[in-house]
Each structure stands twice: as structure tokens, then as C-alpha cells.
């Protein structure tokens, strides 16, 4: 038990600062959406207009819970515990493969299987340490029901709902850290799993039965396929079902078991998946670094890609059903004119969605420059430095791939936007605001790939934490800043809120100076100073 102790110790000491942020920013989310919802639908009927309209609406389920409901607290359970679920399960998967994979590939898994502490207490350390940042997380995000002044049971069931999310993928990302070879592959592995999950549960909700006074949705078999219908089905302030978050628990105990028993069964560094067999010569192209960097990216490019495609097609099919939405419910069009500064609804929505894509495309870039990082820690950038290739070549090609996966997210979203508007008629004024929105949204984006560029070159071991924290920012401040109330200056500093948007026929060039600027010194300073940054391995 001392053993074991000391492995947890250990492994919140390494964690604090970013598990500090991922829980304080998701009972933040809860507490601060619910006071923004409650502004903007105080009134019954209007509470009665969006749900009706969402059930009316499959598409609109595949992106929320599951309406229990007109209360104002089941509308904020409907609106915002998937995305509380999200957010668990992303921080519990990324823990899971970081302390147990992540640690077999440089040797320090090694190190510990071979004091006493043997073989199973690094991972049921991992066990615990994440079971423990779920409940302080569960505990976190009830007390933000409460503070708004909700009921105790319901506020409960709220945190333990995105509690057990957590603990479930916990055990996802156990699992997959046993079936890959390596941190990356388990990490996919462990987002595709939770990407898939969110949509089945999505499509049980939207494909199931509403009740006649359209204030109620159940859902259909599909749901509970998924451990995110799980927790949706526990129907916090409703019926306050708890039985369902005990599937999602028992679900990660269960796989965190396989996983220990796989990890005593295997060879240390070994998986369950074999790597596939590299070819016998290597193409052309990766003689030069950048494409090297497209080799290894490409997948991820794609990927991202595939998101904003799906996000640039809502942007224009859903135009028409938020309009019509609006027109009985002016509160939404006033969400809308604050987060877009336009007084058009369609643009307005296809701004909105652009903000998203916008968000989509800075992840793409910020991975493709974190990727730096990790090949140097990993001491595979040494490999390449060896030859004749400089260190200030070797960013280049990082960043000239982040911006190229960027204008990739961006491109296919505005070619899924185009396409949404042929099947409704061509409109030439929402195809010139799809083309300007998102020629500003490439700068937006490319303000944090001069950033996290800026972290590897000055701060190497920040790099990743505060890659992904900026663009976590950004996404507070330019989509939840306007609804939750911040100042105008404050919601501003998000380069997606600055980016370019179109007012009926004229474009409003709002920061668009300033985002060049940012980005031109940014990459600018970080290719200077590479000059003169050493590559450690490791360091």
C-alpha cells in the first residue's frame, strides 16, 4: 500500500497543474453556461419553443442530450451535459495512456517494474489517480448546480453523471494502451472510441420517440449503446435515474481489470496490435523534412479535415431551420448577433458555425507543431538533425504543414458549405460570406500556430500544455464569451472573434491587421530564435 501510495503521489504531483485546469474549467462551463442559458431562456415559452424545435430536429439532437423536459434545469442538463461528459472523458483518456503507455516508451515503466513495486502498481496507481480526479471533478461540477441554486439530488446526479463518463474512459484509455504500441496510436484509438460513442448516443436521440406535447424525447435502443446515453438517460432534475451511471462505472472497473490482467500477461514495451512492417526503401518525397512531417500528419490532416467537412455543411443546412427557430424565439437571434456582430441570421449562424471550424483548424495546426515536441523528446529529431538538415529547415517544415493542415480544415468545411447551399439554391450572398468568413478564419487559426510555435522555441517543455490551453481559451472566450456576458474588449482577445465577418453586403474587416501582424512576428521570432535553441532528447 505504501507502494502504492507513493505511485499516486508521484503521479499527482506530475498532474496538478493541468488536471487543475481541465476540472476547474469544466465546473466553470457548468456554472457559467447555466447563468447564460438562464438569461436567455427565463421564460417557459421560450424554453417550450427550443425544445419543441429540437425535437423537431434531428441534427440538432446529434449535438445535444437528451430534452427531459421545459424546467429550467432540465434545458441546461439538455444543453450542456454532453459536452461536461466530453470533457471528462477526454481528460480521463489522455491520463490513462500518458501514465502507462506514455511511460513504457521512454524506459521509465522499466525503471519501476524493476524495484519492488513489480509489475500491476504503476497501473492500478493509474486506476486510482484517475477515479480520484473524477470524483473531485463530479464533486466540482455539482457544486456549480448548487451555486445557481438548483435542487441537491439533481445537482448530484449532474457530477456524477460526468463522473462516471470519466471513470469509463479511464478504462477506454487503459484498454487501448494495452492493444498499441505506442502513446499516439493508444490516444487515437481512445478519441475515435469516444468520437463514435458521442455520435451513436447522438443518433439514438435524434432517431427517438417524442412524447405529443413535444416537451420530451425517448430515446431509442441506439443510445444505450453508448456510455455518454448512459449518463444522458440518468435525467437529472426529471426523474433522477442513478442505475444508468452505474453502467458507466462498472464499464471502466471492468475494463481497467482487463487492462491489468493484459499488462501482467504481456511484455513490457510490447502490444497487443502490432506495429504494421515499414517498406523496404522509402519514397522520394521523405527525402525532404516537410515530407517527412507530411508522412506523419497526413492521418490527423484527414481527420480534421473530415470534421470541419461536417461542420461547414451544418453551417449552411442548418442556416434556414435557425432562422425560422428565431423568428419565435428572439433570444436565439440575439445569441447569434453576439457571437457573429451580424444582423443577418443566416450569416449569423454561418459565422457561428465558422468560429467552430475556425477552433477545429487551430487544433489541427497546434497538434502538427506539439508533433515537433514529441519527436524531439522522443530523440528521433536528432536522427534527422544529424544529416544536412538545420534546425531552423527542420521547424520549417512543422510549420508549413500545421498552416497547410489549417487551410485543409478550413477549405473542406467552406467545400461542405457550398454543397449545403447547391441543395438549396445557390445564394450568392451566403457563398460570398461562407468564402470571406473563412479566409478569415485561416488567420484566426494561424495566430495560434505562431503561438505554440513561439512555446517550442522559448518554453520546450510548456509546449504542449500551453498550445492546447490557448486554444481552449480562445474557444471560451470567442463562442461562450458573448452568451455568458464578458466584456466586448475580453471576448475580442479570441482571434476567432476578431476574424473577418460579413454585415449584409459589406465586410467588416474587424482585427484582421492585427491577426497578420501576430501571426508574421510570431513564426517570424520562433525561426530566429531556433537559431539558437539546443534539441535535447528527452529534455
Do not use: K
Not at 464533486?139 to 469509463?168: H, K, P, R, W
Not at 497547410?404 to 449545403?420: C, F, Q, T
Amino acid at each position: 500500500m505504501n507502494r502504492l501510495g507513493v505511485l499516486v503521489g508521484q503521479r499527482a504531483r506530475r498532474d496538478w497543474r493541468q488536471l487543475t485546469l481541465w476540472i476547474l474549467g469544466t465546473a466553470a462551463l457548468a456554472y457559467l453556461s447555466y447563468v447564460g442559458v438562464g438569461e436567455s431562456f427565463g421564460t417557459a415559452q421560450e424554453r417550450q419553443a427550443l425544445i419543441a424545435t429540437a425535437l423537431a430536429n434531428p441534427v440538432i439532437l446529434l449535438f445535444r442530450g437528451l430534452p427531459s423536459g421545459t424546467g429550467q434545469s432540465e434545458l441546461m442538463v439538455f444543453l450542456i451535459l454532453p459536452w461536461l461528459a466530453m470533457l471528462a472523458a477526454f481528460m480521463s483518456s489522455f491520463l490513462a495512456v500518458r501514465h502507462t503507455r506514455g511511460e513504457e516508451e521512454p524506459g521509465r515503466a522499466e525503471l519501476v517494474s524493476a524495484t519492488p513495486a513489480g509489475r500491476a502498481a504503476p497501473i492500478v496507481a493509474t486506476i486510482v489517480h484517475g477515479v480520484l480526479a473524477n470524483v473531485i471533478l463530479a464533486a466540482l461540477v455539482a457544486v456549480a448546480f448548487l451555486m445557481t441554486g438548483n435542487d441537491v439530488e439533481g445537482s448530484l446526479l449532474v457530477g456524477v453523471a460526468a463522473g462516471s463518463i470519466g471513470i469509463a474512459f479511464v478504462g477506454v484509455g487503459l484498454f487501448a494502451a494495452q492493444l498499441m504500441r505506442t502513446s499516439r496510436g493508444a490516444n487515437s484509438l481512445s478519441v475515435w472510441t469516444l468520437l463514435v460513442s458521442f455520435v451513436i448516443c447522438g443518433i439514438g436521440n435524434a432517431v427517438g420517440t417524442p412524447n405529443d406535447a413535444l416537451t420530451r424525447m425517448e430515446s431509442s435502443w441506439l443510445t444505450w449503446l453508448s456510455p455518454f446515453g448512459w449518463a444522458e438517460n440518468t435525467r437529472a432534475f426529471d426523474e433522477n435515474a442513478w442505475w444508468p451511471a452505474v453502467l458507466c462505472l462498472a464499464l471502466g472497473l471492468v475494463l481497467a481489470g482487463v487492462s491489468v490482467a493484459l499488462t501482467t500477461a504481456r511484455d513490457l514495451g510490447g502490444s497487443f496490435i502490432a506495429e504494421r512492417a515499414g517498406r523496404v526503401t522509402a519514397p522520394a518525397s521523405l527525402s525532404t523534412p516537410a515530407g517527412l512531417v507530411w508522412r506523419l500528419t497526413r492521418g490527423s490532416i484527414a481527420g480534421w479535415a473530415v470534421g470541419g467537412l461536417l461542420v461547414g455543411m451544418l453551417s449552411t443546412t442548418l442556416a434556414g431551420v435557425v432562422e425560422e427557430i428565431s423568428a419565435d424565439n428572439p433570444a436565439i437571434e440575439q445569441i447569434l448577433a453576439q457571437i457573429s456582430g451580424s444582423g443577418d441570421l443566416q450569416q449569423a449562424t454561418i459565422t457561428t458555425f465558422y468560429t467552430m471550424l475556425g477552433i477545429l483548424a487551430a487544433c489541427c495546426a497546434v497538434q502538427i507543431v506539439c508533433r515537433a515536441r514529441q519527436e524531439e523528446v522522443h530523440g528521433t529529431a536528432e536522427v534527422v538533425l544529424a544529416g544536412v538538415v538545420g534546425r531552423v529547415r527542420w521547424l520549417s517544415g512543422y510549420l508549413l504543414l500545421a498552416l497547410a493542415g489549417l487551410v485543409a480544415v478550413i477549405v473542406a468545411g467552406a467545400a461542405g458549405s457550398l454543397v449545403g447551399l447547391a441543395s438549396q439554391g445557390e445564394d450568392e450572398l451566403l457563398m460570398r460570406t461562407v468564402l470571406i468568413t473563412g479566409a478569415g478564419q485561416v488567420a484566426a487559426a494561424s495566430v495560434f500556430l505562431a503561438l505554440t510555435a513561439l512555446a517550442f522555441v522559448l518554453a520546450p517543455r510548456l509546449t504542449i500544455p500551453l498550445g492546447w490551453t490557448l486554444v481552449i481559451l480562445g474557444m471560451v472566450l470567442g463562442m461562450f464569451g458573448p452568451i455568458f456576458g464578458f466584456p466586448e474588449w475580453l471576448t475580442q482577445l479570441s482571434p476567432m472573434a476578431s476574424a473577418p465577418v460579413m454585415q449584409g453586403d459589406d465586410v467588416d474587416p474587424q482585427g484582421l491587421v492585427w491577426l497578420v501582424l501576430a501571426v508574421g512576428i510570431g513564426v517570424g521570432a520562433a525561426l530566429a530564435l531556433m537559431r539558437r535553441r539546443e534539441v535535447t532528447a528527452g529534455g
